[in-house]
Nanobody
Framework: VQLQASGGGLVQAGGSLRLSCAASGRTFSGYEMGWFRQAPGKERECVAAISWSGGSTYYEDSVKVRFTISRDKSKNTVYLQMNSLKPEDTAVYLC???????????????WGHGTQVTVSS
């Protein structure tokens, strides 16, 4: 199984970025996929997750309204649209897949490599 993340970069505060996570190697029916982030000196946290089959979503409180997670089944890809970015959103963002409800408690079966998001003030 491979999860390939892309789309990070440097953006000014208030700007937007869209992260993509292309999955391969298995079907994810019955799983959820999501995005974690880890900033220097901070614990890794799940910011958003989406069930692959039904599309129900989870968002960490600090990103609600600003971030939107979606998936394209035909492309086996999950997206994270990030708007109104703040300097405190700066982190390495990693995509992951796991059992339904597991990502929000930090448990994932599969991890992708990270992509750096830097928000300047």
């Amino acid at each position: 199984v491979q999860l390939q993340a892309s789309g990070g970069g440097l953006v000014q505060a208030g700007g937007s970025l869209r992260l993509s996570c292309a999955a391969s190697g298995r079907t994810f029916s019955g799983y959820e996929m999501g995005w974690f982030r880890q900033a220097p000196g901070k614990e890794r946290e799940c910011v958003a997750a989406i069930s692959w089959s039904g599309g129900s979503t989870y968002y960490e409180d600090s990103v609600k309204v600003r971030f939107t997670i979606s998936r394209d089944k035909s492309k086996n890809t999950v997206y994270l649209q990030m708007n109104s970015l703040k300097p405190e959103d700066t982190a390495v963002y990693l995509c992951a897949a796991g059992a339904i409800g597991a990502l929000r408690i930090g448990v994932a079966d599969y991890w992708g490599h990270g992509t750096q998001v830097t928000v300047s003030s």
